[in-house]
T-cell receptor
Framework: AQTVTQSQPEMSVQEAETVTLSCTYDTSESDYYLFWYKQPPSRQMILVIRQEAYKQQNATENRFSVNFQKAAKSFSLKISDSQLGDAAMYFCAYRVTGRRALTFGSGTRLQVQP | KAGVTQTPRYLIKTRGQQVTLSCSPISGHRSVSWYQQTPGQGLQFLFEYFSETQRNKGNFPGRFSGRQFSNSRSEMNVSTLELGDSALYLC???????????FGDGTRLSIL
């Protein structure tokens, strides 16, 4: 069974600083996707960034980037120039190619200090 | 383009009752997935529908069921409600297998 582990229940960062959220996963599949979702208090799950496992290049989306280490099954999220609006729960998620079911980690609550 | 719409936003029921939640996907999206979010178990996959057919089901009892209509709108039903069914139920839609899922705001179900 696939599992996703987020070992940091809470993180805090100063505004304008950089923070890295950790995620590891366990799978026997070779073709899959990894995602980071953000869930603010408004409850809606918002896609932050996604990575295809077959791509060696790390995905980036503006201030958000990932460090994807396939052999180590590690998928961390780096947020640069943190903003107050980045405060939220962040979930790492995994999906096997060809299937839609997402497996989520337990989440990391990110606080951004002004 | 309107996002994924879930109704109602909040619902209060008592044990033993049944409940139906609704999800309207983004226009053009034919795939709808449902997830349950609780503080104890986190986010768990319930089931997925595509073209009115259930394609995949998570590890939930038969009290949890769903369906999808020809216009891609989906409903999920929970019968004989238990206290442990109190959760945020999230619906997500996607255009195709390789496309990411877009989530709605969820329905907060509270069981008294």
């Amino acid at each position: 069974a696939q599992t996703v582990t987020q070992s940091q229940p809470e993180m805090s960062v100063q505004e304008a600083e950089t923070v890295t959220l950790s995620c590891t996963y366990d799978t026997s599949e070779s073709d899959y996707y990894l995602f980071w979702y953000k869930q603010p208090p408004s409850r809606q799950m918002i896609l932050v960034i996604r990575q295809e496992a077959y791509k060696q290049q790390n995905a980036t989306e503006n201030r958000f980037s990932v460090n994807f280490q396939k052999a180590a099954k590690s998928f961390s999220l780096k947020i640069s120039d943190s903003q107050l609006g980045d405060a939220a729960m962040y979930f790492c998620a995994y999906r096997v190619t060809g299937r839609r079911a997402l497996t989520f980690g337990s989440g990391t609550r990110l606080q951004v200090q002004p | 383009k309107a996002g994924v719409t879930q109704t109602p936003r909040y619902l209060i029921k008592t044990r033993g009752q049944q409940v139906t939640l609704s999800c309207s996907p983004i226009s053009g999206h034919r795939s709808v997935s449902w997830y349950q979010q609780t503080p104890g178990q986190g986010l768990q996959f319930l089931f997925e529908y595509f073209s009115e057919t259930q394609r995949n089901k998570g590890n939930f009892p038969g009290r949890f069921s769903g369906r999808q209509f020809s216009n891609s709108r989906s409903e999920m039903n929970v019968s004989t409600l238990e206290l442990g069914d109190s959760a945020l139920y999230l619906c997500a839609s996607s255009l195709a297998f390789d496309q990411p899922q877009h989530f709605g705001d969820g329905t907060r179900l509270s069981i008294l």
